[in-house]
């Protein structure tokens, strides 16, 4: 078996466990090519970023991802962190260049939770005054 170089990628409800070999630039989500699991324009830009911040090709690692929970956008910002942590993994140096990208940040922003006597999280009913 090759060695690989894992990272965990979480955002919202997401989590994304990413590994990164050795190879000519597959890439798969959960057992799917990528372009038949993220179907959204940009997306691909936004999951690829770490490989340019470091001055990497793509096309160098077979990218195997297994993501579950959460929306689109939880999943494809999860996935590009632990594509990002996968990548220090390999090359510490590249530390500071994920870094000033901003790529090696978790957003640690979740869905509030709802509070009682309140509609939503924030949400209240209608004040009626008589």
Same mark, same amino acid.
């Given at each position: 078996?090759?060695?690989?170089?894992?990272?965990? $990628?979480?955002?919202?409800?997401? #989590?994304?466990? +990413? @590994? /990164?070999?050795?190879?000519?630039?597959?890439?798969?989500? %959960?057992?799917?090519?990528?372009?038949?699991?993220?179907?959204?324009?940009?997306?691909?830009?936004?999951?690829?970023?770490?490989?340019?911040?470091?001055?990497?090709?793509?096309?160098?690692?077979?990218?195997?991802?297994?993501?579950?929970? $959460?929306?689109?956008?939880?999943? #494809?910002?999860? +996935? @590009? /962190?632990?594509?990002?942590?996968?990548?220090?993994?390999? %090359?510490?140096?590249?530390?500071?260049?994920?870094?000033?990208?901003?790529?090696?940040?978790?957003?640690?922003?979740?869905?509030?939770?709802?509070?009682?006597?309140?509609?939503?999280?924030?949400?209240?009913?209608?004040?009626?005054?008589?």
């Amino acid at each position: 078996m090759a060695q690989y170089y894992e990272g965990i $990628g979480r955002r919202k409800e997401s #989590t994304a466990r +990413v @590994r /990164l070999t050795a190879g000519s630039g597959k890439f798969t989500v %959960n057992e799917k090519d990528f372009a038949a699991f993220f179907t959204r324009m940009g997306d691909f830009e936004d999951i690829m970023r770490p490989f340019s911040a470091v001055g990497q090709e793509a096309t160098k690692y077979d990218v195997s991802v297994l993501v579950n929970g $959460g929306g689109t956008t939880g999943q #494809t910002e999860s +996935v @590009r /962190l632990g594509i990002a942590r996968a990548l220090q993994i390999i %090359n510490a140096e590249w530390t500071s260049a994920l870094r000033k990208k901003g790529l090696l940040t978790r957003d640690a922003r979740v869905k509030e939770r709802k509070k009682p006597g309140l509609k939503k999280a924030r949400k209240a009913p209608t004040y009626t005054k008589r």
